[in-house]
């Protein structure tokens, strides 16, 4: 057992022999020259310290070459990636100029390693702040909380031309069997590399550590956190048949409604719904981002507002003082209802009539996996859905349920609709 005062030493010795690889995926990892590789699996199974350790590996080979390391949002970088990256992998003599501001980090040979968030800009909804970036290699990090297009403007990106391949590399721990990166990656090719681990796979890791997660029950979380599955939970409240995800197959819809869940470090989601001439919903759009401010959500509600005139957004009603600024700058917004039960079973209605998708909603359609009734102590299920990843699955409640008469409301009885300015 090594001891603080020899630390120093042990840092020096490993910066000359090179990162430690603590399993073979991670040394598949760091060789491979593939185009696309992709290192999937459970927690503390080393993911995310071998995407620095590359980054840095790559730094020092290549003089002069930038290097971006990416998240979905720049919030979440400073105490994951970031963090790996400046306080376990690179030592600090060895990063002579940085740029907190701009989180960038230059060493003595003048390569520079950034580190950028996927936020999407306000107006367009794209990442804004890599569009004009030349990378010479790329690493994105939990990149399941991404989008495709996301993937698709950070690989546009690589064309530094001093290095001899060019490649983007990320990490991540599972989600859905339908989720876009597993469909991407499987079966895997020479051009696109799989990698998979489970929690085990990292000898490293203390044995109360692997013997807590060894002991705990083979559900859902354990296969996918600690064995590294790519699973849909059991319990699934909404079995979406794959048929149904597709874009609206008519282009005019009479009626538009979008559901809003509020969030800034679980996700913001806003689902547009619309509704045809002969009463089957589309979802057609949607807004998903984590780390958004207020002031950055609105004029993109603002855009959708545009695109469909007539539209009203139904809000969480948790946040009246959201609602009043919406309002404010011109939204027409209330408050939704927020019937869990009734909300649940008129999606379930809307699925059953043939509602669609469009495969763009990548927040929803990852999140629909995992939307699942809470366990009893029995071992059966309660009424009630678990309220973790369920942001888009909420909004889309809000949404679907204000095509449907609210029975607590006198007026719609005797009219057959909502009496709200959403009807």
Request: net charge negative; with cysteine; aromatic share 10%.
């Amino acid at each position: 057992m090594w001891t603080l005062e020899q630390a120093p030493a042990l840092r020096v010795l490993r910066t000359e022999l090179g990162p430690a690889f603590v399993n073979d995926q991670q040394r598949v990892f760091m060789r491979s020259q593939a185009p696309e590789v992709l290192y999937s699996g459970a927690f503390r199974a080393g993911k995310s310290r071998i995407g620095c350790e590359k980054a840095y590996a790559l730094a020092k080979r290549y003089p002069g070459i930038p290097i971006g390391i990416f998240r979905k949002t720049a919030a979440s970088l400073a105490a994951s990636t970031e963090r790996t990256l400046l306080h376990d992998v690179i030592p600090r003599a060895e990063i002579v100029k940085s740029n907190r501001t701009e989180r960038w980090y230059e060493l003595a040979n003048g390569s520079r390693i950034w580190l950028f968030g996927l936020d999407p800009d306000p107006i367009t909804g794209l990442p804004s702040k890599v569009g004009s970036v030349e990378l010479g290699w790329a690493f994105v990090d939990e990149a399941a909380e991404c989008a495709e297009a996301d993937w698709v403007m950070v690989k546009g990106r690589l064309s530094w031309p001093g290095i001899g391949y060019h490649q983007i590399a990320a990490a991540t721990n599972p989600a859905s069997p339908k989720h876009w990166l597993k469909q991407r990656f499987t079966p895997a090719t020479a051009d696109r590399v799989y990698l998979h681990a489970s929690t085990f796979d990292n000898p490293a890791l203390p044995a109360d550590y692997l013997a807590d997660a060894q002991g705990g029950a083979l559900d859902y979380f354990k296969r996918r956190y600690i064995m590294g599955e790519w699973v849909g939970a059991e319990g699934v409240i909404w079995d979406f048949p794959e048929d149904q995800i597709k874009p609206p197959t008519v282009p005019i819809f009479k009626r538009v409604v979008a559901g809003v869940d509020w969030g800034f470090v679980h996700a913001f989601a806003c689902e547009v719904i619309g509704q045809s001439g002969s009463g089957r919903l589309s979802v057609v759009r949607e807004v998903y981002a984590k780390g958004a401010l207020l002031r950055d959500i609105i004029p993109v509600l603002l855009d959708i507002q545009t695109q469909y005139p007539g539209i009203h957004f139904m809000a969480d009603p948790s946040e009246p003082a959201y609602i009043a600024e919406c309002i404010g700058a011109g939204l027409r917004m209330e408050s939704a209802r927020n019937d869990v039960d009734a909300g649940i079973q008129a999606v379930s209605a809307a699925i059953h009539d043939g509602m669609t998708i469009d495969p763009a909603c990548e927040g929803l359609l990852g999140e629909l996996p995992g939307y699942t009734w809470m366990t009893d102590r029995g071992g059966g299920f309660k009424e009630k859905p678990i309220e973790i990843n369920d942001d888009a699955c909420d909004a889309l409640r809000y949404g679907v349920i204000a095509f449907t008469a609210d029975p607590d409301n006198p007026w719609a009885r005797l009219v057959g609709k909502q009496a709200s300015t959403a009807a």
